[in-house]
């Protein structure tokens, strides 16, 4: 086991975002930690201060993560993650619009078809109290007619006494 090693970059191509790891001769039983960052600004400033919640109401597993100012590929990334959380929020507020939309005319449906119901009820209790007055027009006449008789036979009685 080494007790203590320096590894520092051999090849200059790498860039800066690379730095030299070096640690220090610890006892094996003894826990480590080891802390790094992979850009040049001091540890005492939290990366999330560089780029703060660009879409709040996106879930943090979904926020766009920080970019790493060396690398352009890296700087890319991070804008077309930025176009495709936008793009996502905006969808999701259509959604949202769209489902609101949807209830707006659900609550329209269920009311036309009431008013449907209602006036299908209507009909038919209309047809049904033309055909009850029709019934009672007809016995009415009924009755008339017969009282009509009932009179006309009177009339005869007492004429004949």
Same mark, same amino acid.
Request: charged share 30%.
């Given at each position: 086991m080494v007790r203590g090693a320096t590894l520092e970059h051999a090849d200059k191509r790498v860039g800066s975002s690379a730095h030299m790891i070096t640690t220090a001769r610890v006892p094996a039983d003894k826990p480590v930690r080891i802390a790094f960052s992979l850009n040049d600004s001091p540890d005492d400033?939290?990366?999330?201060n560089?780029?703060?919640?660009?879409?709040?109401?996106?879930?943090?597993?979904?926020?766009?993560?920080p970019p790493c100012h060396d690398s352009t590929e890296s700087m890319e990334v991070f804008k077309q993650h930025c176009q495709i959380a936008e793009e996502y929020h905006e969808v999701k507020k259509e959604?949202?619009?769209?489902? +609101?939309?949807?209830?707006?005319l659900i609550a329209r449906l269920e009311q036309a078809?009431?008013?449907?119901?209602? #006036?299908? /009820? *209507?009909?038919? +209790?209309y047809a049904e109290l033309t055909e009850e007055n029709r019934t009672l027009k007809l016995a009415q006449m009924q009755c #008339?007619? /017969? *009282?009509?008789?009932?009179?006309i036979q009177y009339q005869?009685?007492?004429g004949s006494s």
């Amino acid at each position: 086991m080494v007790r203590g090693a320096t590894l520092e970059h051999a090849d200059k191509r790498v860039g800066s975002s690379a730095h030299m790891i070096t640690t220090a001769r610890v006892p094996a039983d003894k826990p480590v930690r080891i802390a790094f960052s992979l850009n040049d600004s001091p540890d005492d400033t939290p990366p999330e201060n560089t780029f703060p919640l660009a879409f709040p109401e996106l879930e943090q597993q979904l926020q766009p993560l920080p970019p790493c100012h060396d690398s352009t590929e890296s700087m890319e990334v991070f804008k077309q993650h930025c176009q495709i959380a936008e793009e996502y929020h905006e969808v999701k507020k259509e959604i949202a619009l769209l489902e +609101e939309r949807k209830k707006e005319l659900i609550a329209r449906l269920e009311q036309a078809e009431k008013e449907s119901m209602d #006036a299908a /009820q *209507l009909a038919k +209790e209309y047809a049904e109290l033309t055909e009850e007055n029709r019934t009672l027009k007809l016995a009415q006449m009924q009755c #008339a007619e /017969q *009282l009509e008789k009932l009179r006309i036979q009177y009339q005869k009685r007492q004429g004949s006494s």
